[in-house]
């Protein structure tokens, strides 16, 4: 797999949880993707969490902007998506992607812009 996404589990509303998406990309493929955060929650369509560009700079839905923090670790090849104050509304599978081909400070909000996805780690918030 070239994206492996980890840390998920349950945990009661208002706590925090950080996901890891680890990628087998070559190093320089990795440099050169945005990389992004989706969830799914049962019964609706993925939507776009947040996401992180080639350049460093951020983007975030709004439902969870100011909760949710993406970083990267480019020597790595993995990015973070740290949740704090988590609700049961943000009770889904979240899945890492790359867009191999991102221009320096796009982040697609489109799924079909990115070219590799994770498998997906399964979050559940307890009220």
């Known amino acids: 797999a070239q994206l492996v996404e980890s840390g998920g589990g349950l945990v009661q509303a208002g706590s925090s949880l950080r996901l890891s998406c680890a990628a087998s990309l070559r190093s320089y493929t990795f440099s050169r993707a945005a990389m992004a955060w989706f969830r799914q929650a049962p019964g609706k369509e993925r939507e776009f969490v947040g996401g992180?560009?080639?350049?460093?700079?951020?983007e975030y839905a709004d439902s969870v902007k100011d909760r949710f923090t993406i970083s990267k670790e480019t020597d790595k090849k993995t990015v973070y998506l740290q949740m704090n104050n988590l609700k049961p509304e943000d009770t889904a599978t979240y899945y890492c992607a790359a867009d191999v081909n991102a221009i320096l400070y796009t982040i697609p909000q489109n799924r079909e812009s990115y070219d590799y996805w994770g498998q997906g780690t399964q979050v559940t918030i307890s009220s």
């Open positions: 992180i560009s080639r350049a460093g700079t951020t």
